[in-house]
């Protein structure tokens, strides 16, 4: 019975391949752990443009452009991505000539953040990338004016245990963009990616209001949010930090009754009712 | 880029995040050292996180590494990976 075994040994390779494409390829290493997800991030950093073949245009259209617009009341804003692979959105945002804030990307794939680096070089002096985990963000609560993770939650070991930390970081009325995964290969990556309703809820779980669903791609919905509460650091920021002479545009110091230059010398008085007088008697 | 600002906002993960979350109001703080190493500064915590070619490493093995090391003995700059 020679040919049965040798159609079992057949058999059996082809089912031991299949299991490897969907543990590594398909499933890209979530089940090995967090270690084996980097690891083949590591591998295929110096090709991951290539497979992926970002479009310029698309990019500008689903996330640099909105993201500048949910932003645009928020002077300078801070933005981390997390899991920011090789730049991909820092570019798309930085790239977006009413961005004037900063950003800061963070990957567990140090590999893949070599790329970030050369790819987005021109940016440099305004974007930042620390090598972490995501499931442990190394900023104090409430920092930031947007955080992003883009295909990237259906690849930890719990997304939840990941909001949790986007959730923690984003300050209250900062907003949250992450994508949830659907398609033909979400069915082979049980326990991992979420039905909408499933992610949407559990999203729902968190101080989050304002949840929206768009259609991006084949395999990725973008969902949006609003951190609760009351909008605070961000936008609202000292005034001397934001306020400049409107003379020389020097900055300005608070002193006993008003405000002075840096530069020019020039004193702006704060009235009694607390109106800054920034036209009329000028003193120096 | 490692400045000012970032510093502001960085904290040490093991102490900041999780269940292991020291408490107060601002848990985590680092100190920059030799403009290459970030000590975190709660008191039974040492762990310290090389920066490497400007990039903060800032996992928590990472810092476990140099944890038993004294600020004095840190290699500068940090050997790398």
């Known amino acids: 019975m020679g040919w049965i075994r040798l159609i079992l040994a057949l058999l059996g390779l082809v089912l031991a391949g299949l299991v490897i494409y969907w543990q590594l390829i398909v499933a890209e290493g979530t089940y090995l752990g967090p270690g084996v997800v980097a690891l083949l991030y590591d591998w295929s950093a110096h090709v991951y443009e290539r497979i992926k073949q970002f479009d310029v245009g698309d990019e500008q259209w689903f996330l640099g452009l909105p993201l500048v617009r949910a932003l645009s009341l928020i002077p300078a804003p801070l933005v981390l991505d997390v899991a920011t692979g090789t730049g991909r959105l820092p570019r798309a945002l930085l790239r977006q000539p009413a961005f004037d804030g900063r950003v800061i990307g963070l990957d567990l794939s140090r590999r893949m953040l070599r790329q970030a680096v050369e790819r987005t070089a021109q940016f440099a002096d305004r974007l930042t990338y620390i090598w972490q985990d995501a499931r442990r963000l190394p900023f104090d609560d409430d920092t930031f004016d947007a955080v992003t993770c883009l295909e990237a939650l259906e690849f930890t070991p719990d997304a939840r245990e990941v909001v949790a930390e986007l959730v923690r970081v984003l300050r209250p009325g900062g907003v949250l963009l992450v994508s949830n995964r659907i398609g033909q290969d979400a069915r082979w990556l049980p326990g991992r990616a979420l039905s909408n309703e499933g992610f949407e809820q559990m999203l729902h779980s968190f101080p989050l209001e304002d949840v929206k669903r768009q259609s991006w791609q084949m395999d990725y919905d973008l969902v949006w949010a609003i951190k609760t509460g009351r909008p605070q650091g961000g936008g609202v920021r000292p005034l001397v930090e934001i306020a400049r002479c409107p003379a020389c545009r020097g900055q300005l110091n608070r002193e006993a009754r008003g405000l002075r230059c840096q530069d020019c010398g020039c004193d702006y008085p704060i009235a009694e009712d607390g109106v800054i007088e920034m036209i009329g008697k000028r003193a120096r | ?81």
Do not use: F, N
């Open chain 2, 1 to 81: 880029m490692v400045d000012q600002d970032l510093l502001e906002i960085l904290r040490c993960p093991y102490c900041v995040s999780g269940e292991t979350r020291k408490p107060g109001d601002d848990p985590g703080q680092l100190q920059l050292l030799h403009d290459c190493w970030l000590v975190c500064q709660e008191p039974d915590c040492d762990r310290k996180y090389p920066i490497r070619d400007g990039i903060p490493v800032m996992l928590i093995e990472e810092g476990d590494k140099w944890a038993s090391l004294s600020i004095e003995a840190l290699p500068v700059p940090p050997p790398s990976e």
